[in-house]
Nanobody, 124 residues
Framework: EVQLVESGGGLVQAGGSLRLSCAAS????????IGWFRQAPGKGREGVSC????????YYADSVKGRFTISSDNAKNTVYLQMNSLKPEDTAVYFC?????????????????WGQGAQVTVSS
C-alpha cells in the first residue's frame, strides 16, 4: 500500500521556521520525484517545491525561493521541506505528492500519490 505521511506542521509567528517531513512507503522511492503543494482556504493548490530522488534536481516556486529548502534522506524514504522566514501568506495545508516522469513540477496532475496534508499557520 502506497503511503505518504506529512508531519511537522503547526503554528508559528511570522519570521519563524518550521520543517515538514514526508515519509513515503509502498513504492520505489528512488524512482520518483516528491513535490510539496499547499492550499489556502478558498484558493487552488499551489506547487511549492519538488525534488527528483533520481538526480537530486530541485524546483521552487518564486514565492518561496530563498526561504524554503527541499531535501531528501533516501535511507529513510523521507523528504523534508525546511521553511524559514515564514509569512502569514504561507498559511495553508501542505501536501506532499509522488510522481514519475515529472515535466512540470508545479502541476498537480503530474503526481500519482498524495498525502493527507499538514496544517501550517503563520500568525502576524
Amino acid at each position: 500500500e502506497v503511503q505518504l505521511v506529512e508531519s511537522g506542521g503547526g503554528l508559528v509567528q511570522a519570521g519563524g521556521s518550521l520543517r515538514l517531513s514526508c515519509a513515503a512507503s509502498g513504492f520505489t522511492f528512488d524512482a520518483y520525484a516528491i513535490g510539496w503543494f499547499r492550499q489556502a482556504p478558498g484558493k487552488g493548490r499551489e506547487g511549492v517545491s519538488c525534488i527528483s530522488i533520481i538526480d537530486g534536481s530541485t524546483y521552487y516556486a518564486d514565492s518561496v525561493k530563498g526561504r524554503f529548502t527541499i531535501s531528501s534522506d533516501n535511507a529513510k524514504n523521507t523528504v523534508y521541506l525546511q521553511m524559514n522566514s515564514l509569512k502569514p501568506e504561507d498559511t495553508a495545508v501542505y501536501f506532499c505528492a509522488a510522481g514519475r516522469g515529472i515535466v512540470s513540477p508545479q502541476i498537480s496532475y503530474e503526481y500519482d500519490y498524495w498525502g493527507q496534508g499538514a496544517q501550517v499557520t503563520v500568525s502576524s
